[in-house]
């Protein structure tokens, strides 16, 4: 009878044990998504004239998202601060959580990666469509006419490719960079862990603003007139 249930028990644990390493990043993206909606919710009922540090800090990233989105897009670039600016704090928030202890980075799983890539591929092409209507589709075609039929199946490629290269590239930099950290981290547990917390972080930051800044070029090209 002890051997059944010590079977039973070593079975259901493992099954548990499998399910928590397939589901870590949903669990990892449902704390990234709390703890943001507690700093919405904080930011906005608190404002004051003289800001504490968490307002500091976020009046900070936003003044800088905002610098980004109008040296790309110029004065209509604030108009897409919604997107991008969540697509930040979910990225890199998302990116530091895989440096706390029995967390993971819901950015180093590629189902996240590509659903944030996903997310940016459709919103640019509605923006697109949007500002443009069906004339966007001349963007597919080339700058002339006789070229046309060359150019469409490479546009149509390339404009597929973005969300792929949005995913692999963030996928790749985060799981790799932790996974570099880990191994050092247990190999000089007791000589590299600042330095490679302030490695992990700067890589935390590189990737997400490699990330907003093809977001924002990618707008960008979708509602320029210049084609």
Not at 10 to 15: A, S
Not at 17 to 35: E, M, N, P, T
Request: charged share 10%.
């Amino acid at each position: 009878m002890d051997i059944h249930m010590s079977l039973w028990t070593d079975l259901i644990g493992q099954l548990l044990h499998k399910d928590l390493l397939l589901w870590d990043h949903v669990v990892a993206a449902g704390v990234v998504f709390l703890i943001l909606s507690v700093i919405a919710v904080t930011i906005k009922f608190g404002i004051n004239l003289v800001p504490g540090p968490l307002q500091q800090l976020i009046e900070v990233v936003v003044e800088g998202l905002l610098g980004l989105l109008d040296d790309n897009l110029g004065e209509r670039g604030r108009q897409y601060l919604p997107l991008i600016g969540t697509l930040a704090f979910f990225i890199f928030l998302s990116n530091f959580l895989g440096m706390v202890p029995f967390f993971s980075a819901a950015t180093g799983n590629f189902n996240t990666t590509v659903a944030c890539a996903l997310i940016v591929f459709i919103y640019y092409n509605y923006q697109g469509l949007k500002e443009h209507g069906f004339g966007y589709l001349k963007h597919f075609l080339g700058p002339v006419s006789w070229m046309a039929p060359m150019m469409l199946p490479i546009e149509i490629v390339s404009h597929l490719a973005r969300p792929f290269s949005l995913a692999i590239r963030l996928f790749g930099n985060i799981s790799g960079e932790h996974a570099v950290v880990l191994t050092f981290y247990g190999l000089f547990a007791w000589l590299l862990p600042m330095p490679m917390m302030a490695f992990g972080l700067f890589a935390a930051f590189l990737q997400t603003f490699v990330f907003i800044l093809l977001s924002s070029l990618y707008v960008q090209g979708a509602i320029a007139h210049d084609h």
